[in-house]
């Protein structure tokens, strides 16, 4: 009988589940008799050699975990008792970023459905809000206002969370986001797989977020660029953004 490679290595504990399997897999950390294995349906009986290679994905549950760590720890954010909101949360790498860092809650806002990691869905300091718009965000949807969030959102400009995401957090508030300067930039700016052509485009991309941000009351306080690219397989440059929402 045989198998997915990305169902047996859930299935035998060398992944958390199929979604990380997947992340493994394609991020070239799995090998079978010692050739690196690049597709999930690969068939397998499980007689084979199979060895996940050391990498940091175990970490978290999604690679956007180590972005997030990357950056609390270079704007020296201390989350310890927060109780935050996870604007884009996927399957949940900042959420469980937070979480192990001390966050008390952690609100995922989703406006998919069914990618939070089982492990994250079943923890009791993790409330998964699925099928929601953040554009759409009011304090009436949730029993209290936050006191940090955390965004990494696609496809839109973030800026326009800006305005409802203001709405639900408490002043002085922290923001860090993933800016993605690919969904900011105009399509001019990009080539046909979708890379920012021209790096001088990045430092403008920034300046414009910190002009919206400012017309909702954020204020940007600093950016770093991310230790890993984009993870749409495009290898875009992305930036981690500190703001505050100004009292």
Do not use: W
């Not at 994250?120 to 936050?146: G, I, T």
């Not at 408490?170 to 690919?182: E, H, R, T, Y």
Request: with cysteine; charged share 20%.
């Amino acid at each position: 009988m045989t198998m997915r490679l990305d169902s047996y290595l859930a299935s035998c504990g060398l992944a958390r589940s199929r979604t990380h399997a997947k992340r493994l897999i394609e991020e070239g950390f799995v090998t079978i008799n010692g050739a690196v294995a690049d597709k999930c349906a690969r068939e397998t009986s499980g007689n084979e050699k199979i060895v996940v290679l050391p990498n940091d994905f175990a970490r978290f549950v999604g690679r956007g975990g180590l972005k997030l760590d990357y950056a609390l720890e270079y704007f020296g954010i201390d989350v310890t008792g927060a109780v935050a909101a996870d604007i884009g949360a996927g399957t949940g790498g900042f959420t469980d970023c937070l979480i192990k860092r001390g966050a008390a809650k952690v609100y995922a806002i989703e406006n998919g459905h069914g990618q939070l990691d089982k492990t994250l869905y079943e923890d009791s300091r993790v409330v998964s809000v699925e099928n929601y718009n953040a554009r759409l965000m009011k304090p009436s949807d949730f029993s209290e206002n936050f006191g940090l969030a955390v965004m990494d959102v696609s496809f839109i400009s973030q800026s326009l969370i800006y305005p409802a995401l203001k709405s639900v957090l408490k002043p002085g508030a922290a923001l860090v986001s993933l800016i993605k300067p690919q969904f900011e930039a105009g399509r001019e700016y990009l080539s046909k797989a979708g890379i920012i052509k021209n790096p001088a485009v990045y430092p403008h991309v920034i300046s414009a977020l910190g002009e919206k941000a400012a017309k909702s009351g954020f204020s940007l306080c600093g950016t770093v660029r991310s230790p890993i690219c984009g993870g749409d397989g495009s290898g875009n440059i992305e930036f981690l953004g500190l703001f505050r929402l100004m009292a």
